[in-house]
């Protein structure tokens, strides 16, 4: 059985954890003068980076997007222009997607789903082989984990309080695609 072509984004205006289909993992840092420049220029760049990602592939068969947290304090919504942004990209580019609640990707990774970054990062170093230091990294390995799980090849066994996680996830529409006529 061939491995899926699954990417995981941990979208971030300051360091956007990739856990790439070839599973390598980056957390990308934008370019974009001033550490305080939350703008377009910056939401664009990191478009462009994924964009340029997604063209390399030959076909991705499902992107996991760790969702906006509801008690987020974003006082411009500058991280949530940047998710919908990536939707519309992934949208455009026919690549089905998956957005997955903070908590239900921390039930997953740990087992349980208030779990900090850092037991999120020990858990991706215990089970997956991670041995960073970016918790933008481990959420994207994650995401790309429950990706790969989805589609019927986990990466990894993992025990029956972290598979909690997915009956939800099951339930939702797994693929997004755009309807053609």
């Given at each position: 059985?061939?491995?899926?072509?699954?990417?995981?984004?941990?979208?971030?205006?300051?360091?956007?954890?990739?856990?790439?289909?070839?599973?390598?993992?980056?957390?990308?840092?934008?370019?974009?003068?001033?550490?305080?420049?939350?703008?377009?220029?910056?939401?664009?760049?990191?478009?462009?980076?994924?964009?340029?990602?997604?063209?390399?592939?030959?076909?991705?068969?499902?992107?996991?997007?760790?969702?906006?947290?509801?008690?987020?304090?974003?006082?411009?919504?500058?991280?949530?222009?940047?998710?919908?942004?990536?939707?519309?990209l992934l949208f455009d580019l026919?690549?089905?997607?998956?957005l997955v609640a903070p908590n239900t990707l921390k039930l997953y990774?740990?087992?349980?789903?208030?779990?900090?970054?850092?037991?999120?990062?020990?858990?991706?170093?215990?089970?997956?082989?991670?041995?960073?230091?970016?918790?933008?990294?481990?959420?994207?390995?994650?995401?790309?984990?429950?990706?790969?799980?989805?589609?019927?090849?986990?990466?990894?066994?993992?025990?029956?309080?972290?598979?909690?996680?997915?009956?939800?996830?099951?339930?939702?529409?797994?693929?997004?695609?755009?309807?053609?006529?």
């Amino acid at each position: 059985m061939s491995h899926p072509i699954v990417l995981g984004l941990d979208l971030s205006l300051t360091s956007t954890g990739i856990a790439h289909p070839d599973g390598t993992v980056e957390a990308y840092k934008p370019i974009t003068a001033g550490s305080i420049n939350y703008g377009l220029g910056r939401i664009c760049e990191i478009r462009d980076y994924i964009r340029a990602i997604i063209l390399a592939q030959r076909h991705i068969e499902l992107a996991v997007v760790e969702s906006l947290a509801f008690d987020a304090h974003d006082k411009d919504r500058m991280q949530a222009q940047l998710a919908g942004l990536i939707r519309a990209l992934l949208f455009d580019l026919e690549v089905p997607f998956l957005l997955v609640a903070p908590n239900t990707l921390k039930l997953y990774a740990t087992g349980n789903g208030h779990a900090d970054k850092y037991t999120v990062m020990r858990h991706a170093d215990k089970r997956l082989g991670y041995e960073g230091s970016s918790s933008d990294e481990a959420d994207a390995l994650w995401l790309r984990a429950i990706g790969w799980d989805l589609l019927g090849v986990p990466i990894v066994e993992m025990p029956a309080t972290h598979m909690k996680a997915l009956r939800a996830l099951r339930d939702q529409s797994p693929l997004i695609k755009r309807n053609r006529p």
